[in-house]
């Protein structure tokens, strides 16, 4: 979720930083107020510096108080992209006739973006990411923290459950065949011949229960695989393939 704003500022590894792993998340503030923000004089960083040290916490606690992050450290993601922001502010700033004339950089093809629509829109927008997990709580959608990737997840419930086709499938009412309840044994005698009926009833309603249940599991099974199948979902890879 933080590519763009890395890749803009020369992060040597913009697809694959990682803010939840602590080292990375250390070696990462500490880049970028060496060679970014540079709140602090040279002399004054080494408590940052210092990632090692069992106090690296509350320096930097200090150090957000020192650049008004309206963040705390336990809101991680938010500092992150609060600190980026303020990154790239003063890249700019110190650079602003070598960006002022920069033509925007196509990033893919035309049949690329025809196949995907997705693929220009800005993730880091706040309108943008208020609408995703709208529509994400709306549509009980587990959430991510690509919001890209929240955002087909929705794509992809609407198209399968929520197309007018999909509707019209799942309104059919489902067929079944005849069942002679007297040839299946219920296992017990509640000594009332119609309370027997309708126990076997609610016995072959719980059995169809549980086979469709077990298929949603299977369903499960299948997609997770898939997703771990696949390097590009894993962001600390860096990669795709070896």
């Not at 706040?126 to 709208?134: N, T």
């Not at 923290?145 to 929520?162: N, P």
């Not at 509707?167 to 002679?180: C, W």
Request: overall charge neutral; glycine content about 4%; charged content about 30%.
């Amino acid at each position: 979720m933080f590519r763009r704003k890395l890749t803009s500022l020369e992060y040597h590894n913009p697809t694959g930083f990682d803010c939840k792993d602590d080292t990375e998340f250390k070696n990462f503030i500490v880049w970028l107020e060496d060679q970014k923000i540079r709140n602090y004089k040279i002399e004054d960083r080494g408590n940052l510096r210092n990632i090692t040290s069992s106090d690296w916490p509350k320096h930097f606690e200090k150090y957000l108080q020192d650049v008004n992050c309206p963040f705390s450290t336990q809101e991680r993601q938010e500092t992150v992209d609060w600190l980026l922001g303020l990154a790239v502010r003063f890249e700019y700033g110190d650079n602003v006739e070598k960006y002022r004339n920069c033509k925007p950089v196509t990033e893919a093809s035309d049949v690329q973006k025809s196949a995907d629509p997705l693929i220009n829109l800005d993730s880091n927008n706040p309108d943008f990411k208020a609408g995703v997990l709208g529509l994400a709580n709306l549509l009980k959608i587990q959430r991510h923290d690509d919001y890209l990737v929240m955002l087909k997840a929705i794509r992809i419930l609407i198209q399968e459950r929520l197309t007018p086709d999909a509707i019209a499938k799942a309104s059919k009412a489902k067929e079944g065949l005849p069942v002679a309840l007297d040839k299946h044994i219920l296992g017990f005698d509640t000594g009332d011949a119609t309370l027997n009926e309708a126990a076997r009833v609610l016995r072959l309603l719980h059995i169809e229960e549980l086979r469709e249940l077990q298929t949603k599991i299977n369903e499960a099974i299948v997609a997770v695989q898939a997703i771990i199948a696949d390097p590009k979902t894993d962001h600390r890879l860096g990669k795709v393939g070896r």
